[in-house]
């Protein structure tokens, strides 16, 4: 502001001197000329006054110049140059040159003084005298001064007037501008905008300011887009199962990312910088080498090769090589992406192979195989279909199944594959579809068995039937049904008259438990009394009879007990309740105390677990074993007797093992037959039946019973029970805790 | 005879085997006052009073009665279950004397309330022991419950 008021005071005060001075020199020339033409007028007119000397004419004629308020004072020289008049006249003569000067004009002190020679003819007869008021000038140099300031003042104001507006104006919105630019360097804010205050040019400079800021802001938003799109596209790049390589023109590795680390077993340090060559199968050594060319003519190519691990280990990649390029379009690198596709080849192969194993079946198989699509159109038709509809399959495929079907059955058949299609079930048999028949291609009908399935292949459904002509086995089952009905009857019979002889059988062991039994107590009891009551008049020979007639009717009763028992053992129901087999032996072996006593025996009784069995006749059971082993040990000094538990080929058995006269092992085969006996008689007493009994109540236990012997080596006899592997688990447990 | 009083009835069928236990009582002095019935009807006709037995007059009941179970007509069981039945025959030890092995003969008798269950051993000695046990047991060791507790 300072600056507009001082130029334009300078301007205004050099424009004023310039005009003050033009002006003075102008008004100077213009009161010389003035005053020479006055003094030339008065110089004429006093021309005469002065020649006759009249003061009076001379002196009026100067009095006409008071009309000149300019003219301070004039003189009349006579021609010796004495003063003649004077003007004004009351003026001194001091305030006129003594003498007249030369003829011209001057200044003196801001005077003009003038000389004007007085002629009347042509001779000279006096001289004048001027000298202009100074004041005139004064005044008019007082006037231009006062015009001087008031310009000045008012110039200033002015001035101050449009230096503020120009700062509303200009000034304000530069400040804002600088305000905003230093907002937008400290911040790094291009969002930041200038208000536009008017529309000349700081209007405009604001405009472009904004514009300027807006392309910032627009580029800066590019860059940043650019460097996320670059992350992204990185990150896209490094978390690719591919493997993506980036090559330099010589194939040189650039990038490596990790799907490549991880699919080719090095790492992005050991490859940058080397020739992707070192991935390169062996056998294919010129690969690379035509990759890179392709890809510096310009060419993307897609292909499937072999590719080497770090490991070793061959690689079947999809590869995808494409030139990189620059923002001019020159090349200038290589793009290499790989896929391993050694899973999908290998999934190829089974399919492949299990397509030919399919095949191969289908073909092989018995049943017939036929596919048809949703038209019902025939697509497959093994080899035993064709045996079957005795149609070749060339004349089959694309045939509707009709042809196969008889008319009579063809509706129903539509309807239940139209059915089954609907339900999403995929496999079912349609054996219930009743009747179920074929129709060969000479027109026979033949009865078939059927199962069927669906599923979609490429998004059209395929049915596929499996068939079987039965017609064999109908047959064969029917012979089976009619054999079957023969032998139920047969059954039946059989039943019915096993029924009335098991219960002769059953009447018949009653009788004998009661009929036969008294007889023989009678015979023991007669001969006993007869024996004594009539001992003395006996001979020696009739007592010998008589003893042995009760011999044999004792044996005879024995023989009878053990023929009930096992006659009881095949008739009676099992009375199954838990049992422990040991309680069963400590039993026996006290029931046995009378035959044993005055023997030495030892006895080794191992615990034995508790049973679901009956427990009368696993007694009896017990009772044979040991009552044998105390038998058979009889010529021993001391009897040894065992009693246990153990594995054996798989079962858990019991065992009784003695020490005593053992058997032939040929004859192991007998042992469990009903009056087998190996002994005489006469050595070890028996009937023959107990073995027996025993081998028919442990298999209506669910067991079996067999025995290891040598003749003089003792026997060992082996059973098992349903149910005694488990129980000696639990026993084993018992004990273990 | 019909009004002596019995303090032993047999119930047999076989003669052997009658003959046989009248010779063990008889041997030990304890065949006094027997009497024999030969099948399971004339056994409760005797304890009844009835059919042959209606002139007998019920008071004086037999102190033990030997029972064989294989009788003809009316079996041993039936002839048991008749006894113990009764209000008036119930308070009478029933001894049971058979040939039979069979459980379920045993078993049933029990059921029935028969006060003692005997198997006839083949070997004569052992009969005759029984027998005099028998006897002694029952006739002398025994106390029977008085007359007045038989109703009727």
Known sequence: MAVIMLTSVAVLLLTVVAFTAYDLVTYRQNLVHRLAATAAIIADHSGPGLALRDEQDARATLTSLRADP??????????????????????????????????????????????????????????????????????????????????????????????????????????????????????????IRARKVSEDETGLLTEAFNGMLARIEEQTEALRKDEEIRSFLAAIVESSEDAIVGKD????????????????????????????????????????????????????????????????????????????????????????????????????????????????????????????????????????AEKMFRCSAVEALGQPLDRFIPERLRQAHRRHVAEFGRTGVTTRAIRNLQPLSGLRADGEEFPIEASISHNEIGGKRVYTVILRDITERKRAE???????????????????????ANKELESFTYSVAHDLRAPLRHIDAFSNLLHEDFKAELPQEAQHYLENIRRSAGKMSLLVDDLLNLARVGRQELRRQPTPLGRLVDEVVADLGQETAGRKMEWHI?????????????????????SNAVKYTRPRPVGVIEVGCLKMNGDTAVFVRDNGVGFNMKYADKLFGVFQRFHRSDEFEGTGV???????????????????????????????????????????????? | MNNKEVELLLVEDDPNDVE?????????????????????????????????????????????????????????????????????????????????????DMVEGYRLGVNSYIQKPIDFDQFQAIIRDLGYYWLVVNQCPPPESFPG
């Open chain 1, 249 to 384: 023109l010589e194939g040189k590795v650039i990038s490596w990312n990790a799907g490549a680390e991880r699919m080719f077993g090095y790492t992005a340090a050991e490859m940058v910088g080397q020739s992707v060559t070192r991935v390169q199968s062996p056998d294919r050594p010129e690969e690379e080498a035509h990759i890179l060319e392709e890809a510096k003519q310009g060419r993307t190519r897609h292909c499937e090769t072999v590719r080497v691990r770090k490991d070793g280990q061959p690689l079947d990649v999809s590869l995808t090589v494409s030139p990189i390029r620059n923002a001019c379009g020159d090349i200038i690198g290589i793009s290499s992406t790989a896929r391993d596709i050694t899973e999908g080849k290998r999934a190829e192969r089974l399919i492949q192979e299990s397509r030919a194993r399919l095949s191969g079946i289908i073909g092989s198989a018995m049943d017939a195989i036929i596919s048809v699509d949703e038209g019902q159109r025939i697509t497959i038709f093994n080899e035993a």
């Open chain 1, 690 to 737: 107990g073995l027996a009994t025993v081998d028919r109540i442990v298999r209506k236990h669910g067991g079996h019973i067999w025995a290891e012997a040598a003749v003089d080596k003792g026997a060992t006899f082996y059973f098992t029970v349903a149910g005694l592997e488990h129980g000696m688990k639990e026993e084993q447990q018992h004990i273990a805790a």
């Open chain 1, 70 to 191: 300019g003219i301070a004072a004039a003189a009349l020289y006579d021609k010796r140059g004495n003063l003649f008049v004077g003007y004004p006249a009351k003026a001194p003569a001091s305030a006129f040159p003594p003498t007249p000067g030369n003829r011209g004009s001057w200044f003196e002190g801001g005077r003009l003084v003038l000389f004007e020679p007085v002629m009347v003819g042509e001779e000279r007869v006096g001289m004048l005298y001027m000298k202009s008021d100074p004041h005139t000038l004064y005044a008019r140099l007082r006037f231009y001064g006062g015009i001087a300031l008031l310009v000045l003042f008012g110039s200033a104001l002015v001035a101050l007037a449009i230096s503020n507006t120009l700062q509303q104006r200009v000034t304000r919105p530069i400040l804002a501008l600088a305000e905003v630019a230093k907002a937008v360097s400290d911040r790094g804010d291009y969002s």
């Open chain 2, 20 to 104: 046989l236990a009248l010779i063990a009582l008889r041997k030990h002095k304890l065949a006094n006052k027997i009497h024999v019935v030969r099948d399971g009807e004339e056994a409760l006709d005797f304890l009844f009073c009835t059919g042959s037995y209606t002139q007998r007059t019920f008071n004086g009941p037999p102190k033990v009665i030997l029972l064989d179970l294989k009788l003809p007509k009316v079996s041993g069981l039936e002839v048991l279950k008749a006894i113990k039945d009764d209000p008036r025959t119930r308070p009478v030890p029933v001894v049971v004397m058979t040939s039979s092995r069979e459980q379920r």
């Open chain 1, 478 to 500: 029917d012979q089976i049904r009619q054999l079957n009905a023969e032998l139920e009857q047969r059954v039946s019979e059989r039943t019915a008259e096993l029924t009335v």
């Open chain 1, 606 to 626: 191992e615990p034995l677990p508790a049973v679901e069995c009956d427990p009368g006749l696993m007694k009896l059971v017990f009772a044979n074993l040991l």
